[in-house]
């Protein structure tokens, strides 16, 4: 099937009745062509819409300038004798980076093995066994790009599956069940896991910060989980386009599986963009916009980016975890004093998200929504 007529079937799919509250109803996205499929006509130009005039340049190797993304051991935070030495490291990659790798995380090679064979069989489906995962317009979960809100903007080089894991009763049925028996039990016990490490994760930080735990605790435990299966495929012309458009991550944290050998993952730091080498068998994880407000910006989520290549197919797996959608958030109180007043309104994690799927992704700037005025400021900080 041609990606014209892949886009047309998803342009006609009806509307998806889901029993959401106003709270929980997160955004929708216009119906783009599959790039699999576009690029299978062995095309020599990219179509228009795909090409990006005034990109930055490409990423500079990590050793030409600048170290490697920090790495952090997740059973050095655990035993007694070393976690005081690896909580600083967190803490100095949450400062400096909002990125790191993590390795000995406890979830096993066999898992991560098991789903990294899910994703590419996905992607080895043919389309009309993909159709039946296509994402309906009233929906962000399915297959095919999200966050497009307009028929002029940009697309991104890319096809992807989305779908919310936690809350349960927010999961589309229909594309779980679409699923072989095999994937839905990989991806339950994936997402399981992953759930785990990310309250781990965030247990950390919060000893990090010096926070109270309860309150990291009171924000997570009842939270909001979603995983993405990303395929970038090889392009005639790498340079006109953009794998994922430069962002930073509404969620916190984001942990990120590379499921092939091709990188394509870069941040921006000190205003270039820096090719981030996944180690085997780790996570990338990206504390993401909500991580920095609640820390009042100690941590500082990063922009990224992901590029592609003319040779090589590049596939990646991403788990996202934030608070349930219906938690109020903001600076942490116990961060918060009259020597150090919020730097950010607070809001509810829903209208949050809503407003960051409203609209097209453009560097940090919906973080920027959430903050005080100068004004506010010194208003919170004298009350």
Request: aromatic share 8%.
């Given at each position: 099937m041609c990606a014209i007529s892949l886009s047309l079937s998803l342009s006609l799919s009806l509307s998806l009745s889901l029993d959401l509250s106003k709270e929980e109803m997160i955004g929708s996205s216009l119906p783009v062509p599959s790039v699999q499929e576009l690029v299978k006509d062995?095309?020599?130009?990219?179509?228009?819409?795909?090409?990006?005039?005034?990109?930055?340049?490409?990423?500079?190797?990590?050793?030409?300038?600048?170290?490697?993304?920090?790495?952090?051991?997740?059973?050095?935070?655990l035993q007694g004798d070393s976690m005081a030495s690896e909580l600083e490291k967190l803490h100095s990659a949450c400062k400096d980076w909002g990125f790191f790798q993590?390795?000995?995380?406890?979830?096993?090679?066999?898992?991560i093995e098991k789903t990294k064979s899910e994703v590419q069989d996905f992607f080895k489906l043919p389309p009309e066994e993909k159709m039946k995962f296509l994402r309906k317009p009233d929906d962000l979960q399915g297959y095919g790009?999200?966050?497009?809100?307009?028929?002029?903007?940009?697309?991104?080089?890319?096809?992807?599956?989305?779908?919310?894991?936690?809350?349960?009763?927010?999961?589309?049925?229909?594309?779980?069940?679409?699923?072989?028996?095999?994937?839905?039990?990989?991806l339950e016990e994936y997402t399981s896991k992953l759930q785990k490490l990310a309250m781990a994760i965030l247990e950390m930080m919060a000893r990090a910060l010096n926070m109270d735990a309860q309150e990291m605790k009171d924000l997570f435990e009842d939270g909001n989980q979603g995983i993405r299966f990303n395929y970038y495929p090889p392009c005639p012309q790498p340079e006109r386009v953009i794998g994922l458009t430069p962002h930073s991550d509404v969620f916190a944290p984001t942990i990120l599986l590379q499921v092939n050998e091709a990188?394509?993952?870069?941040?921006?730091?000190?205003?270039?963009?820096?090719?981030?080498?996944?180690?085997?068998?780790?996570?990338?994880?990206?504390?993401?916009?909500?991580?920095?407000?609640?820390?009042?910006?100690?941590?500082?989520?990063?922009?990224?980016?992901?590029?592609?290549?003319?040779?090589?197919?590049?596939?990646?797996?991403?788990?996202?975890?934030?608070?349930?959608?219906?938690?109020?958030?903001?600076?942490a109180r116990s961060l918060t004093n009259l020597e150090k007043p919020p730097l950010f309104r607070r809001e509810t994690v829903g209208n949050?998200?809503?407003?960051?799927?409203?609209?097209?992704?453009?560097?940090?700037?919906?973080?920027?929504?959430?903050?005080?005025?100068?004004?506010?400021?010194?208003?919170?900080?004298?009350?």
């Open positions: 062995q095309i020599i130009t990219v179509p228009s819409r795909y090409i990006r005039v005034g990109q930055d340049p490409p990423a500079i190797s990590a050793s030409a300038t600048l170290p490697s993304i920090p790495t952090i051991d997740m059973q050095r935070l993590l390795i000995n995380h406890g979830v096993s090679f066999s898992l790009q999200i966050l497009v809100v307009s028929v002029e903007q940009k697309l991104d080089s890319a096809d992807m599956l989305y779908l919310i894991t936690l809350p349960t009763h927010l999961r589309n049925s229909t594309l779980f069940e679409n699923f072989t028996p095999s994937c839905r039990e990989t990188q394509g993952l870069e941040i921006r730091k000190k205003g270039m963009w820096v090719s981030v080498k996944p180690l085997p068998n780790a996570f990338i994880v990206n504390i993401g916009d909500i991580m920095e407000v609640i820390s009042n910006r100690a941590y500082q989520s990063l922009e990224h980016r992901a590029t592609v290549n003319s040779v090589q197919e590049r596939l990646s797996c991403a788990t996202f975890y934030g608070p349930n959608p219906k938690t109020e958030f903001g600076p949050f998200f809503r407003d960051f799927f409203s609209k097209e992704l453009k560097g940090k700037s919906h973080i920027e929504t959430m903050k005080l005025t100068s004004g506010l400021a010194s208003a919170s900080k004298s009350s």
